[in-house]
């Protein structure tokens, strides 16, 4: 694991900590931590060159079964 990807964690970890010290729901506090991490996968995964084709291979390999045929 990189500097970015640990750094992504750490920030969400202590979002998510400080949501729920206000009251925020557990639910809620997990999904959005779900969400943050899905966003974090994806600017990390574009910030790399090489993880860009591999980001637009899985994009694809997931919306292949909506498309019409």
């Not at 992504?8 to 010290?21: D, E, S």
């Amino acid at each position: 694991m990189g500097g970015g990807e640990a750094a992504v964690i750490i920030v969400v970890l202590v979002l998510v900590a400080a949501l729920r010290m206000l009251g925020l729901p557990a639910l809620e506090s997990l999904q959005l931590l779900a969400g943050a991490g899905l966003v974090a996968v994806g600017v990390v995964g574009l910030w790399s060159a090489g993880s860009a084709w591999a980001l637009v291979a899985a994009l694809r390999a997931v919306l292949a079964p909506l498309s019409p045929r």
